[in-house]
RNA sequence: GGAGGGGUGCCCGAGUGGCUAAAGGGGACGGGCUGUAAACCCGUUGGCUAUGCCUACGUUGGUUCGAAUCCAACCCCCUCCA
């Protein structure tokens, strides 16, 4: 078994191309993290999302612990025997639950309480307790509970949710050596935060970076703030994180979004666009984007796109997927989420190939120019 | 032949005198989705020479200041009885 390390292998201006290592094999960076909330990438099976590339997915500690329970994912086995998935595990510690199921909770100093969404019964999320569950179901990167908050925000709100986090930081430290996290060679992550606010951002990575985690987090960003505001974050945090760790940008995002922050010094991304999105209908592809609900398709016989290794984009028509769409087939959603998740893991392909090769300005103006042309012309019978 | 029930916008369906171009579904058309309360959510959906007018609730006629709503006749459909 391996410990956490990370090794940056090549730069291209502020990009990195580089490897992290956890006791469940390799992550080559920049990497895209499906998303797999309740242990599962949603209409995907785990040998698929694997076979697509992809060298981690993510857990959550808020959806695990109401169903089926930390405690008995443990006895069956951890996480990783649980859900059919012998690679690496990211899991997310309840913060972005802080937000979006603001309604149901409450904060306070030693941790939130959140009222279940699906009975109401009440429970207490505290750091230490969002360590012990990410360890009880032996996630491999782990990150510190925080409190996400929505932009826009009022920056006295913004500054005392990101202390309230550097404090939570403190205590999920401790505790991940408390609960054996760090004897088992796994890591945990810190989480930057201070929103849409320069001082803050510094000071929020300046404290985390002093405390020496395993890899450095940014949370609290594409939360309904412009993708030029995010960026800027991004290019004021990341020379203050350690260049030694790993940084991951959470929660993040577009094609677009992404090749702008690995441009700026992000190694790591996890988002559900691609599964979500693909769920509904919304296909990504090197020319953009392909709505399958819209009328245009119900004819076309061509695939989605007949040079693509992914046979959901190679195989079927878009008629079909369109049909399958319509009428609400969840082969439809398996199809396209399958699509979706193979563009982005060939994106990250294609970028880490760029810095690798130091061309990674030139290879992000054609895949942009290629976005912006759009999709193939439409069918004529 | 008799008794009862019913015909509403693309479809189903609510509405039983004015607040009704007509609830709610569905369908159709389009948009959104960023550490997943999301196989979900949100618009639009009669026409026009548009702060108004026209057409429209089976058909025709009537009552009324005003009718999808009340009355009459007729045409269809369904159930039961002969």
Not at 339 to 351: G, K
Request: aromatic residues 8%; glycine residues 10%; hydrophobic residues 40%.
């Amino acid at each position: 078994m391996s410990r956490f390390s990370f090794h940056c292998l090549a730069t291209d201006g502020a990009a990195r191309r580089g490897r992290l290592t956890t006791p469940h094999g390799e992550v080559a960076t920049p990497a895209f993290m499906p998303v797999g909330t309740q242990a599962t990438v949603k209409a995907m099976y785990a040998d698929q999302v694997r076979d697509l590339g992809s060298d981690v997915v993510l857990g959550n500690v808020y959806h695990l612990m109401l169903r089926p329970g930390a405690e008995r994912v443990a006895r069956l086995g951890g996480l990783h025997t649980f859900m059919q998935w012998p690679h690496t595990i990211l899991t997310d510690s309840g913060g972005f639950q802080v937000m979006s199921l603001a309604k149901l909770r409450r904060m306070s100093e030693q941790g939130v309480e959140f009222q279940s969404h699906l009975d109401g019964a009440r429970y207490m999320l505290s750091p230490e307790r969002s360590v012990e569950i990410q360890n009880l179901l032996g996630s491999d990167i782990q990150m510190q509970l925080d409190e996400c908050v929505a932009l826009p925000a009022d920056e006295p709100e913004v500054e005392r949710a990101m202390q309230l986090s550097l404090r939570w930081a403190e205590r999920s430290r401790a505790a991940f050596h408390d609960y054996g996290g760090f004897d088992a060679g796994r890591g945990l992550f810190g989480i930057v935060q201070g929103g849409d606010v320069a001082r803050l951002r510094v000071e929020s990575a300046r404290t985390l970076s002093a405390m020496d985690f395993e890899g450095y987090s940014i949370g609290g960003l594409a939360v309904g703030e412009p993708q030029a505001v995010m960026l800027e974050m991004l290019e004021i945090t990341n020379p203050e994180l350690p260049e030694t760790k790993p940084r991951y940008l959470m929660g993040v995002g577009t094609p677009d979004d992404i090749v702008e922050s690995v441009a700026r010094g992000v190694d790591m991304f996890d988002c559900v666009m691609p599964t979500r999105a693909g769920r509904h209908g919304l296909a990504f592809t090197r020319y953009g984007k392909v709505n399958f609900r819209n009328a245009r398709h119900a004819e076309d016989p061509r695939p989605l796109d007949a040079e693509s290794d992914c046979p959901a984009a190679r195989d079927y028509s878009r008629a079909y997927l369109h049909h399958l769409v319509r009428t609400k087939e969840t082969l439809g959603a398996m199809l396209i989420t399958w699509n979706n998740l193979a563009y982005y893991q060939s994106l990250m392909r294609t970028l880490r190939a760029a810095i690798e090769a130091g061309t990674y300005a030139d290879t992000v103006a054609g895949l942009k120019a290629d976005w912006a042309r759009g999709d193939i012309a439409p069918y004529q019978a």
